[in-house]
Antibody, heavy 125, light 108 residues
Framework: EVQLVESGGGLVQPGRSLRLSCTAS????????MSWVRQAPGKGLEWVGF??????????EYAASVKGRFTISRDDSKSIAYLQMNSLKTEDTAVYYC????????????????WGQGTLVTVSS | EIVMTQSPATLSVSPGERATLSCRAS??????LAWYQQKPGQAPRLLIY???TRATGIPARFSGSGSGTEFTLTISSLQSEDFAVYYC??????????FGQGTKVEIK
C-alpha cells in the first residue's frame, strides 16, 4: 500500500525557516518524481514544487510564489522528500501535502496520484 | 499560466441522482486533465486522470470526459460518501500545474 506521511509542520514566525519531510513507503521511491501542493485555510489547491527522479536528473521546479525561498530535495536511500522553507511569509500559511508524481509516457507529463495527509504550517508573529 | 474554471461553485443533489461537474481550461490541455475528490479534513484523492481514466479503486459511477478546453466529471448515482469538494487540474503545461477553484457537491 502506498503511503506518504508528512511531518515538520508547526507555528513559525515570519522570516524564519522550517523543513518539512515526506516519508514514503509501499513503492520504490527512487523511481518516482515527487511534488508538494499546499492549501491555505478554506481555500483551494496550489502547486508549490516538484523534484524529478534521479533517472531524469533529480532536478527541481517551483511555483513563482515560492521560487528562491523554498527548496525541494530527496534522499532515495531513506525514501524521504524534503521541503525546505526559508523567509516564510504569513501567506505561506497552509496545509502542505506531499504527492507522488508518476510520469505519463510517452508524453512525459506528470500528474499526482497519491497524497499524504498533510502537515499544517502556520506563519504568524 | 493556464487558468482552470470550474462550474458550478456549489451543486445541490439528492442521493441517487446524477451529478455533472464542469471544468474549462483557458487554453487547450489536450487530455492531460485530472479530477480529485476532497472531503473535509482529508487529503485530495485522485479520481480520474487522462481526462477519462479512473484511478485505482475508483467506483465505476465516476466518469470523466472531454478534451482540449472543456471537461466533465459525472457521478452517475450519488452515494452519501460522494458529498465532497471536487477539483480539476491540468498537467499539460507542466511544471506550471494549475487547479480549478473547486465544486462543492452538497446534499439537497
Amino acid at each position: 500500500e502506498v503511503q506518504l506521511v508528512e511531518s515538520g509542520g508547526g507555528l513559525v514566525q515570519p522570516g524564519r525557516s522550517l523543513r518539512l519531510s515526506c516519508t514514503a513507503s509501499g513503492f520504490t521511491f527512487g523511481d518516482y518524481a515527487m511534488s508538494w501542493v499546499r492549501q491555505a485555510p478554506g481555500k483551494g489547491l496550489e502547486w508549490v514544487g516538484f523534484i524529478r527522479s534521479k533517472a531524469y536528473g533529480g532536478t527541481t521546479e517551483y511555483a513563482a510564489s515560492v521560487k528562491g525561498r523554498f527548496t525541494i530535495s530527496r534522499d532515495d536511500s531513506k525514501s524521504i522528500a524534503y521541503l525546505q522553507m526559508n523567509s516564510l511569509k504569513t501567506e505561506d500559511t497552509a496545509v502542505y501535502y506531499c504527492t507522488r508524481a508518476p510520469r505519463v509516457v510517452p508524453a512525459a507529463k506528470y500528474y499526482f496520484d497519491y497524497w499524504g495527509q498533510g502537515t499544517l504550517v502556520t506563519v504568524s508573529s | 499560466e493556464i487558468v482552470m474554471t470550474q462550474s458550478p461553485a456549489t451543486l445541490s443533489v439528492s442521493p441517487g441522482e446524477r451529478a455533472t461537474l464542469s471544468c474549462r481550461a483557458s487554453q487547450s490541455v489536450s487530455s492531460n486533465l485530472a479530477w480529485y475528490q476532497q472531503k473535509p479534513g482529508q487529503a485530495p484523492r485522485l479520481l480520474i486522470y487522462g481526462a477519462s481514466t479512473r484511478a485505482t479503486g475508483i467506483p465505476a459511477r465516476f466518469s470523466g470526459s472531454g478534451s482540449g478546453t472543456e471537461f466533465t466529471l459525472t457521478i452517475s448515482s450519488l452515494q452519501s460518501e460522494d458529498f465532497a469538494v471536487y477539483y480539476c487540474q491540468q498537467y499539460n503545461n507542466w511544471p506550471l500545474w494549475t487547479f480549478g477553484q473547486g465544486t462543492k457537491v452538497e446534499i439537497k
